[in-house]
C-alpha cells in the first residue's frame, strides 16, 4: 500500500513537472510570435505546396494567415512582383513581399536589413525550397526586387 502511494505521488509530481514545462514553453514560443511581423498570403484553391510554406513559417515563429484568391496574376501585377520572379503564391510581410518559397533566414535578413526594395522571390517552385521539400542538391537562387522590376541576387540555398 505504501509503495503504490509513492509510486502515485512520484507520477502526480512527474506529471505537473511536465505540464508545468509545457505551459512555460508555450509561453515562450507566444512571445517569440509577437516580435515577428505576420504575414499575408495569396494562393490559388489547388495549390497544397503554399499550405506547406505557410505551415514552415509558422514553425519559424511567424504568424501566417492564408488567403485563396483565383486572382494571383493579377495580385502579382498590381503589387510589382515581375512575372519572371513570379513563383505560386504570394506574400506581404511589414513593407515587403514575399514571392515564393522563401526560407524564413533569407524573410528574417531583409527584416532586419530593410533594403530598400518591393521584396524578395523564389522565382518559380524551387524543388529544394521550404514547402517543395524534394530531396535534391540543386540549387535556387532567391533575389531582391524593385518596382521598376530590377532584381539582384539576394541569397542562394
Given at each position: 500500500?505504501?509503495?503504490?502511494?509513492?509510486?502515485?505521488?512520484?507520477?502526480?509530481?512527474?506529471?505537473?513537472?511536465?505540464?508545468?514545462?509545457?505551459?512555460?514553453?508555450?509561453?515562450?514560443?507566444?512571445?517569440?510570435?509577437?516580435?515577428?511581423?505576420?504575414?499575408?498570403?495569396?494562393?490559388?484553391?489547388?495549390?497544397?505546396?503554399?499550405?506547406?510554406?505557410?505551415?514552415?513559417?509558422?514553425?519559424?515563429?511567424?504568424?501566417?494567415?492564408?488567403?485563396?484568391?483565383?486572382e494571383m496574376i493579377?495580385?502579382?501585377?498590381?503589387?510589382?512582383?515581375?512575372l519572371n520572379l513570379?513563383?505560386?503564391?504570394?506574400?506581404?510581410?511589414?513593407?515587403?513581399?514575399?514571392?515564393?518559397?522563401?526560407?524564413?533566414?533569407?524573410?528574417?535578413?531583409?527584416?532586419?536589413?530593410?533594403?530598400?526594395?518591393?521584396?524578395?522571390?523564389?522565382?518559380?517552385?524551387p524543388a529544394a525550397?521550404?514547402?517543395?521539400?524534394?530531396?535534391?542538391?540543386?540549387?535556387?537562387?532567391?533575389?531582391?526586387?524593385?518596382?521598376?522590376?530590377?532584381?539582384?541576387?539576394?541569397?542562394?540555398?
Amino acid at each position: 500500500m505504501k509503495k503504490t502511494i509513492i509510486y502515485l505521488s512520484i507520477i502526480l509530481l512527474s506529471s505537473l513537472a511536465v505540464w508545468a514545462f509545457a505551459k512555460r514553453s508555450n509561453q515562450i514560443n507566444e512571445a517569440a510570435n509577437k516580435d515577428l511581423p505576420e504575414v499575408v498570403m495569396y494562393k490559388n484553391p489547388q495549390c497544397t505546396c503554399c499550405d506547406r510554406w505557410a505551415n514552415y513559417l509558422r514553425k519559424q515563429g511567424f504568424p501566417v494567415s492564408v488567403n485563396i484568391s483565383d486572382e494571383m496574376i493579377s495580385i502579382k501585377e498590381t503589387n510589382n512582383v515581375p512575372l519572371n520572379l513570379a513563383s505560386c503564391h504570394t506574400a506581404f510581410i511589414d513593407d515587403y513581399i514575399v514571392e515564393g518559397h522563401v526560407p524564413a533566414e533569407d524573410i528574417n535578413k531583409m527584416l532586419k536589413d530593410r533594403p530598400e526594395a518591393v521584396g524578395i522571390a523564389a522565382p518559380g517552385m524551387p524543388a529544394a525550397s521550404p514547402g517543395m521539400d524534394i530531396d535534391t542538391d540543386d540549387t535556387y537562387e532567391v533575389r531582391l526586387f524593385d518596382k521598376e522590376g530590377n532584381s539582384s541576387l539576394f541569397a542562394t540555398h
